[in-house]
């Protein structure tokens, strides 16, 4: 039996994205019948409104350790080998790239999702370009091997940091079980509660230069501008965490005074599920992403999506989205209208959805990791 560490202080308010991929793969790890202990490092200091961290501790096998230190402290370098020696861990998985870079007396592992600072340095200021590649360089360096999330990430990640391909595995996120179409009651609710109408395209995520709200906002504008007619009844939601260094879409619906719009903001992970069951269209338009979550769980709650044809998320969709060029406007604004023109397109788009959902799990994901650790553990 083997003492495995999985870090997942990243599971609270300040990674929304990172912090529920790592919890859904806590929870995945926890129930595999592994025979080895998983141990939890945790912080319950740090602002935490999305993931129930205790309940993690009630799977079979599993401890939780607090850790007082958050993933920024210098303090982290130190503390987290001390830990580890404490516990006696065999492995350390830290879910990003702020992680523990001397001193492990323990094979390591890292997840590096993407390479958004390496590609896009534009959107850092000089100093958050510097700290970037530095612990991404420290993380990649120390680490016994690296872990990321689709083909295109692993790609990226030996093109840019000369990364041998042994020393890199892409393992695709899954699911969660919880994304499935929704009862119509449940639908009903949301809508009421957040007074939405009864046709919506969905877009969910943050708010970051590469999520390429700019383009689809223009895209909606030009639709509104030249058929008024199939926007009759329809709003473009625009929903997830917002970072205020990043309010171009804010400003921009406010000048251009975009009609049916609705910037809606965070939405409580339990009503997710129904947010997506209850749109008719999902868009994501994303020009870069290491994998490309929220398609996957709109595809899973039978909903039709509207993706980019950029860097992992052909990987994520398959043919089961309509695809289109992420800097065309002209196109995002066609692909839009084919679909809302079209309800037997959006139906057909949706039945494929979940049968392409299908083929991801965490449980999947869980073993494929499960692999890459045993492999390290049984070298040494």
């Given at each position: 039996?083997?003492?495995?560490?999985?870090?997942?202080?990243?599971?609270?308010?300040?990674?929304?994205?990172?912090?529920?991929?790592?919890?859904?793969?806590?929870?995945?790890?926890?129930?595999?019948?592994?025979?080895?202990?998983?141990?939890?490092?945790?912080?319950p200091r740090m602002p935490n409104t999305r993931f129930d961290?205790?309940?993690?501790?009630?799977?079979?096998?599993?401890?939780?350790?607090?850790?007082?230190?958050?993933?920024?402290?210098?303090?982290?370098?130190?503390?987290?080998?001390?830990?580890?020696?404490?516990?006696?861990?065999?492995?350390?998985?830290?879910?990003?790239?702020?992680?523990?870079?001397?001193?492990?007396?323990?094979?390591?592992?890292?997840?590096?999702?993407?390479?958004?600072?390496?590609?896009?340095?534009?959107?850092?200021?000089?100093?958050?370009?510097?700290?970037?590649?530095?612990?991404?360089?420290?993380?990649?360096?120390?680490?016994?091997?690296?872990?990321?999330?689709?083909?295109?990430?692993?790609?990226?990640?030996?093109?840019?940091?000369?990364?041998?391909?042994?020393?890199?595995?892409?393992?695709?996120?899954?699911?969660?079980?919880?994304?499935?179409?929704?009862?119509?009651?449940?639908?009903?609710?949301?809508?009421?509660?957040?007074?939405?109408?009864?046709?919506?395209?969905?877009?969910?995520?943050?708010?970051?230069?590469?999520?390429?709200?700019?383009?689809?906002?223009?895209?909606?504008?030009?639709?509104a501008s030249e058929r008024p007619a199939l926007l009759a009844?329809?709003?473009?939601?625009?929903?997830?965490?917002?970072?205020?260094?990043?309010?171009?879409?804010?400003?921009?619906?406010?000048?251009?005074?975009?009609?049916?719009?609705?910037?809606?903001?965070?939405?409580?992970?339990?009503?997710?599920?129904?947010?997506?069951?209850?749109?008719?269209?999902?868009?994501?338009?994303?020009?870069?992403?290491?994998?490309?979550?929220?398609?996957?769980?709109?595809?899973?709650?039978?909903?039709?999506?509207?993706?980019?044809?950029?860097?992992?998320?052909?990987?994520?969709?398959?043919?089961?989205?309509?695809?289109?060029?992420?800097?065309?406007?002209?196109?995002?604004?066609?692909?839009?209208?084919?679909?809302?023109?079209?309800?037997?397109?959006?139906?057909?788009?949706?039945?494929?959805?979940?049968?392409?959902?299908?083929?991801?799990?965490?449980?999947?994901?869980?073993?494929?990791t499960l692999d890459v650790y045993e492999a390290l553990m049984?070298?040494?």
């Amino acid at each position: 039996m083997a003492r495995i560490g999985l870090d997942v202080r990243f599971c609270c308010d300040h990674f929304p994205g990172i912090g529920r991929v790592t919890y859904e793969l806590a929870w995945a790890l926890g129930e595999l019948e592994h025979g080895h202990e998983l141990v939890l490092l945790h912080n319950p200091r740090m602002p935490n409104t999305r993931f129930d961290i205790a309940a993690l501790g009630r799977l079979p096998a599993t401890y939780l350790v607090e850790v007082p230190y958050d993933p920024f402290s210098p303090a982290v370098q130190w503390f987290l080998p001390l830990v580890a020696r404490k516990l006696g861990l065999h492995l350390l998985h830290t879910p990003y790239y702020l992680a523990p870079y001397a001193g492990l007396p323990c094979p390591s592992v890292v997840t590096i999702h993407d390479i958004i600072g390496h590609r896009y340095p534009q959107y850092l200021s000089w100093r958050g370009r510097l700290l970037f590649e530095l612990t991404m360089r420290l993380a990649i360096m120390s680490a016994s091997h690296v872990l990321t999330v689709s083909q295109s990430a692993r790609a990226d990640l030996m093109a840019a940091y000369g990364l041998r391909a042994e020393r890199v595995t892409a393992v695709p996120w899954g699911v969660s079980r919880r994304f499935a179409p929704q009862p119509d009651g449940r639908v009903a609710a949301l809508r009421e509660r957040y007074g939405l109408p009864e046709c919506y395209v969905l877009y969910l995520g943050a708010n970051k230069p590469h999520k390429n709200l700019e383009r689809l906002l223009r895209a909606w504008e030009r639709l509104a501008s030249e058929r008024p007619a199939l926007l009759a009844g329809w709003e473009l939601v625009l929903a997830g965490h917002r970072d205020p260094k990043h309010d171009a879409d804010r400003r921009f619906v406010a000048e251009r005074h975009l009609p049916q719009v609705r910037l809606l903001g965070d939405v409580d992970e339990a009503e997710l599920p129904a947010l997506y069951s209850g749109a008719a269209l999902f868009a994501f338009v994303s020009f870069y992403e290491g994998f490309g979550l929220p398609p996957l769980e709109a595809m899973a709650c039978g909903t039709p999506v509207l993706c980019a044809y950029a860097s992992a998320l052909p990987e994520v969709v398959g043919h089961a989205a309509l695809a289109v060029d992420p800097f065309s406007i002209s196109e995002i604004a066609e692909g839009l209208g084919r679909l809302i023109g079209n309800s037997a397109l959006r139906r057909q788009l949706g039945e494929q959805g979940l049968r392409r959902a299908r083929e991801f799990s965490w449980r999947r994901a869980a073993i494929r990791t499960l692999d890459v650790y045993e492999a390290l553990m049984a070298v040494g």
